[in-house]
């Protein structure tokens, strides 16, 4: 009876370590399907969700593969032409010229250089609609037009393409050897705005003259303006606490122009204007006309209004022995 009761305990526990031997066979085995299955998974669906931006136009720039296949796919035409620069005439050398479009998803982008002569050059591309040439550079002002894709013709040629170059105007101010910062430093061209010499003028109308680029320097002293114009301008510095410099007939054009200026704190010339009854006059401009080779006052050298107690002040850089100072109130009387 014993030997019974051990040969059916024997038989109990062999059936539960089968049974967790299936078990572990069954769940084990498939928590390692699982385990090997995750890496592979993810990476297809990684490369699900790439088709699928590809196909809503997110698929990133084409390389040179994809470039053939969509060619052969497609067909394919390259392109060419020549830039030229306004103001004066001449080629525009050393400009990246980039053609862009969209082919399946895929970006597709070729870009060169203009070579001395202004001609570029690119290679083929799919032959499909909805390509934009771009021509950019820090020295120009950038140009964007449609490529229409020819039919036919394995090239397309742009022809001349004119863009409008950017004249620059730098340099340093500094007092003594020290260069100084936050100078406003401006290029405007003369109009006669600066002038007292008419009546009924207002404070609005003695202002000084337009201004085309404006900058400020940095900690050491540099500064550098942008034009679209050619032409002669009048360069102004001024920074609070020094004379106001002036540096007229700029030649802006002939290349790149460099204008050093050197500031000092100058002369204080300061004074109220008051009405017939001694009340202060605001808001009226005021002129400093300096004596020219003792022979008469030129235009104004410097402009200002009065604030609200009727004061105005100018700091100078003497120029002449003699300087008159010219007002005109807000009704519009010119004052000697």
């Known amino acids: 009876m014993a030997s019974k ?56 720039v084409a390389d040179e593969r994809q470039l053939a296949a969509l060619i052969e796919k497609y067909g394919g035409f390259g392109s060419e032409g020549r830039v030229l620069l306004t103001r004066p005439d001449a080629p525009g050398n050393g400009l990246e010229v980039k053609l862009r479009g969209s082919v399946d998803g895929l970006i597709v982008e070729r870009a060169t250089a203009t070579d001395a002569t202004g001609r570029f050059a690119l290679a083929e591309v799919p032959r499909v609609p909805g390509y934009v040439l771009s021509i950019e550079s820090p020295r120009t002002q950038p140009l964007h037009l449609d490529a229409e894709t020819p039919d036919e013709s394995k090239r397309i040629d742009f022809g001349d393409l004119t863009v409008d170059r950017y004249y620059f105007v730098s340099g340093k101010v500094v007092e003594g050897s020290h260069p100084l910062a936050e100078v406003a430093v401006a290029l405007t061209r003369p109009n006669g705005g600066r002038s007292f010499s008419f009546r009924g003028a207002t404070a609005s109308g003695v202002e000084s003259d337009p201004v085309e680029a404006e900058a400020l320097t940095d900690e050491g002293g540099l500064f550098s303006l942008r034009l679209t114009d050619p032409g002669i301008y009048t360069l102004r510095a001024t920074l609070e606490g020094y004379a106001t410099h002036y540096r007229s007939e700029v030649v802006v054009g002939a290349g790149d122009a460099i204008v050093n200026v ?58 002449s022995a003699r300087y008159m100072v010219r007002v005109v109130p807000g009704g519009g009387l010119d004052l000697m």
């Not at 526990?13 to 890496?39: E, F, I, N, P, Y």
């Open 262 to 319: 050197g500031l000092t704190q100058g002369y204080e010339v300061v004074g109220y204007v008051l009405d017939e009854a001694g009340r202060p006059v605001s808001e009226a401009g005021v002129a400093l006309n300096a004596m020219m080779m003792g022979r008469g006052w030129n235009s104004a050298k410097e402009v200002t209004s009065t604030d609200g107690m009727g004061r105005f002040g100018f700091r100078i850089e003497p120029a």
């Open 5 to 60: 009761r051990v040969t059916l305990g024997l038989g109990v526990v062999a059936l539960v370590a089968l049974a967790g031997l299936l078990w572990l066979v069954q769940d084990g085995g498939s928590d390692r399907s699982s385990r090997s299955k995750t890496a592979p998974d993810a990476a297809l669906e990684r490369m699900v969700d790439r088709q699928g931006e590809d196909a809503e136009g997110g698929g990133g």
